[in-house]
């Protein structure tokens, strides 16, 4: 069993930045994929960024050059670090985890509850 709480989202203007956090409890999985998904109403759930143990890391191409995802190993955390924002980026975003290195395919086991980001034009 894994447990996620997600952190950090909020109401921003165009241009602004966010740092979404997602910090894991319960089983450690290794190797391990963590992801962050959005979605919005009427739409396909996407991946946006992923990061695996050995530090791979994936973006979709709309948010590559803004988003960051990083770890903090020590916490069990991890991060979205989300610049110049757009109102596209408008969406819940959830983090995930697999036991799992590979950051695309594959399902993702355990979401966390989702945090709101709205970016305003």
């Known amino acids: 069993q894994v447990q996620l709480v997600e952190s950090g989202g909020g109401l921003v203007q165009a241009g602004a930045s966010l740092r979404l956090s997602c910090a894991a409890s319960g089983r450690t999985f290794s190797p391990y994929a963590m992801g962050w998904f959005r979605q919005t109403a009427g739409k396909e759930r996407e991946l946006v960024a992923a990061?695996?143990?050995?530090?791979?890391?994936y973006y979709t191409d709309s948010v590559k050059g803004r988003f960051t995802i990083s770890r903090d190993n020590a916490k069990n955390t991890v991060y979205l670090q989300m610049n110049s924002l757009i109102p596209e980026d408008t969406a819940l975003y959830y983090c995930?985890?697999?036991?799992?290195?590979?950051?695309?395919?594959?399902?993702?086991?355990?979401w966390g509850q989702g945090t709101q980001v709205t970016v305003s034009s």
């Open positions: 990061i695996n143990n050995g530090g791979t890391t």
């Open positions: 995930a985890v697999k036991n799992s290195a590979y950051l695309i395919r594959g399902t993702y086991d355990y």
